[in-house]
């Protein structure tokens, strides 16, 4: 197995198959995103507003400037004041769990792969004090969980609870849901998008409405991109259990280029109505993705 | 000609078609591959697949092959055997016929079916062959060496059950050296016997010169008779009111596949019924009854414990003799105070069995009666004159046992070489370190009771005085101090021993008698220079009468003694040689010395795991004996069923067939491998 290099340490701690085999979702989730931010080397959040939260002792290597002296004078010991940071962001992730994502070649499903991604960002916004929320939908809406600053922990929960289990469209629940971020914030999509470009652009367009930040993830499987499949043999659609045969020798190169032409498709439309839009692919470590969001939320602060 | 012992299962060769049927329909079935969406692919042209035809012939004939195996195991074939007596050349013989002669051939008719066997196989002798008969049980005996047919069958014929257990490995050593021996050219072995396991404890070296054959005639026949054996019997002595008493407890296993219900077990002490108690015992179970104890009134008190007759009559008795305990006399010289013994006397009284009886004198002062009459003297850091040194040499030399503690008063006059080694000066280590036992010889028996951890420590102890010692030649070191001088020294002295010990056994010249390895150390030592064997209630048939317990008292005169065995035999024990008497019948044996004395009883009882009748394979003595099975005779053959272990081994060809079954399923496995790998 070819090892990986990268760029941050700690991101080989990241791949998604050695993730999906540990099994509790809080604890991957807080594993890559502490390991992701202390590979940053520097916090991307400053805690700082005027809500005081505690006061904590004194130890060497506090700012000064942030200790009361009041209490000093009063109790002759040093304390330092902590005020909440400030949290005005609403977030949620929309997770497509139709039948097709449960579908993994190398060890792991684009769904467990689509989970642990919701984890680490659910975590990591909720590490920044922001509001987090949840959606699972597949031809209709499965599982709502609202923005709130309170609300980590369920979603934890309906994470694990949430299997693939029907068929999926894009437009039906998207539609209904977009009704339901009255409040401006960010909105996270993944999805493997079997559905014409056109198709995922109207379903997806309504989110955008009331003035919401739109990223879209698009998890594919290696073997949905290469099709490395070697002998001759029936296909089976996982959601609508058509069967084709398939010479996927003779089939290769031709799919390749659909597949391609979707994606191109896909990033075009986006880019177009300013939908940051990400290919991944699961057998790719997390910390692309994780990245991705990080760039798109400081590219959209500075536009604004 | 192949024959199946399960023909039925034959049928299921009809299943060889399984494999045919799974080639022709396995290729027609595809692995579907569910994929996500076949949104892509449904806009690709369809393009015909071209079918392959697989023809794996390999496969499908491994795959039957394996199959046909197992069928063929599971229908048990067997080659018949043929008739073993046909013996190849010609020329005379030489037969050994061994007859097992031990006390488990008295179960049911074995013994008759054995003779018979016996005198069948001497029967068959012609004129220029030559017949020798070997009875065997725990030991073997020659009855007739290579004579004529009619001598032979005499011999046969005066053969009589003994007590003993089958031991093969004797008996087979003895027919071997027969074997040897002969310049006949043919040379047989025919083994009588009911084949107890117990009697074979692997090859034991039990091999036949080269070209002889053995013929194995088993006579076990059917075992299913009630067969109750008393395995044990336990003393347990207690005193009341000044009077000893012993409780009996007896240990009996019913070795049939039958219950025995209200089994009367009885206990006669010196011909008079004791007690009673009934038993039950299921198949196989062993449980122990007890009776109601008794007072010890006399030495040699003899009881057996009885049960009724069943089909193995020989193990329904068990013999002992139980004498009041005798206390071991030990004689303490001293001049000192009785602070100076204190530690001594204590040490002296602890315990029971045996218990010591301990006299102090000075040593002026002491009768020959008395020094007779003492099993160990011990000189308590005592200065001993010229004239008792000698008595005290001569006490030693009949076998009595001396221990000399050395303190400062101790001393022996050089003249008389009693002593381990001379007795130099007194080395004091009262200021500054004490000295210290450093080097401890745990292999004697003095000391064996210290051998393992946490068993007495005698590092820690601290020795303020001792004296000097200068080893004789023949002493044997048990002990040093930590400067490397004797501690305690052996030596043996005619019959008797002499322990010196270099230092005093009170608390001022060490802390020693203040531990608790003290009174431990003086009893094994004591114990050990008395030669002191615990009473033995009884001794198992095959072993040899103990010198000890038929050798005079010390210091008697030595007069010619008898031994009466159980069935009136008497066999004198005059000279060193025939000393070696084994014991071979069941019941009291009598040594008897001068006239007058009270004769030494000893109860012999046969050995308890000879009416463990499991039986085992002839085969397996065959194969060491000779290196190949043996014969079965055939005379025997056809009236005795074979063991059910012996029959599994005749049909023991389904697990090679199985085997190879197994090994064709593997190779199945990695052919379809490799082409489900390849395809």
Known sequence: MAVEIHAIPG???????????????????????????????????????????????????????????????????????EYEAESNMNFSVLLDVSKSMDYGSRGIT??????????????????????????????????????????????????????????GSLKAPLHKLAEHFGRRGVLVVISDFYEEPDAVLDAISPLRFRGNDLIVFHVLDPSELEFGFGDAQPFEDLESGEQLPVVPEAFRDEYRSLVQAHVDALQRSFSGVRVDYTLLDTSKPLDHALFRYLNSRSRTMKIR | MLQFLAPLFLVALAGLAIPVVLHLTQREKKQIIRFPSLMFVRRIPYQSVRRRKIHNWLLLFVRMAALALLIAAFARPLFPRASPLVLPGGGAREVVV?????????YGDRWERARRAAREAVAGLSVPDRGSVVLFSSGSEIVARSVERDKALAAVDTAKLSAGATRYAPALKVAGSILSDTKLPRREVVLVSDFQSNGWRGEEGARLPAGAKLTTVPVAGQVDRPNVGITSVALTRQVV???????????????????????????????????????????????????????????????????????????????????????????????????SRRFLLDALSAGDSPKFETIVRQPEAVSDEELRRSAVVVLNDVSIAQNVARRLDRYVMEGGGLLVAAGGRASWPPEVATLPGAIGNNVDRRTGEPARISVLEYGHPVFEQFRGPRNGNFSSAKVFTYRSVNPSKDAQLLARFDGGSPAALERRVGNGRVLLWASALDREASDLPIRGIFP??????????????????????????????????????????VVLTPSGRRVPLQDEEAEVLELSEQGFYEVRGATGSEPTVIASNVDPMESDLTPMDPNDIAVAAVGEPGASDPSSGRSEPLTPEAQENNQRLWQYLLFAGVLLLGVDTVLSNRLAAKG
């Open chain 1, 110 to 167: 684009k769904f467990e792969f689509a989970r642990i991604l919701t984890a680490c960002l659910t975590n990591l916004v909720h590490h920044q004090r922001d509001r987090v929320g949840f959606v699972a939908f597949d031809d209709d809406v499965v599982e709502f969980v609202p923005s709130s600053a309170k609300h980590m922990e369920t979603i934890l929960h309906v994470l694990e609870r949430v299997k693939p289990g029907r068929p």
């Open chain 2, 520 to 561: 431990v150390l003086v009893r094994q030592s004591v114990l050990y220079l008395a030669s002191y064997r615990p009473d033995q209630a009884s001794v198992t048939v095959g072993q040899v009468l103990d010198p000890s317990v038929a050798a005079a008292p010390r210091g008697a005169p030595s007069a010619p003694r």
């Open chain 2, 241 to 339: 009111n000044n009077q000893e008493r012993v409780e009996v407890t007896a240990g009996l296993v019913n070795r049939s596949t039958r219950p025995v219900e209200n089994l009367a077990v009885k206990l006669e002490m010196g011909n008079i019924p004791h007690g009673t108690q009934s038993l039950t015992l299921p198949p196989g179970a062993s449980s122990t009854v007890k009776f109601e104890p008794f007072n010890i009134n006399s030495r040699n008190m003899r009881g057996v414990v009885k049960i009724g007759d069943d089909a193995l009559p020989t193990d329904n008795a068990y013999y002992f003799v139980v004498s009041p305990a005798q206390p071991l006399r030990v004689m303490v010289m001293d001049r000192g105070t009785g602070e």
């Open chain 2, 98 to 106: 061994l007859l097992d002669t031990s006390y488990s051939m008295g």
């Open chain 1, 11 to 81: 991101a080989r701690f990241m791949d998604p198959v050695v993730l999906a085999r540990i099994g509790n979702l809080e604890l991957v989730s807080r594993a890559v995103v502490d390991g992701f931010i202390n590979g940053l080397h520097k916090a991307p959040y400053f805690g700082a507003s005027v809500d005081f939260a505690e006061h904590r002792g004194y130890v060497p290597g506090d700012d000064i400037r942030r200790m009361d002296w009041k209490l000093w004078a009063r109790t002759d010991r040093y304390y330092i004041k």
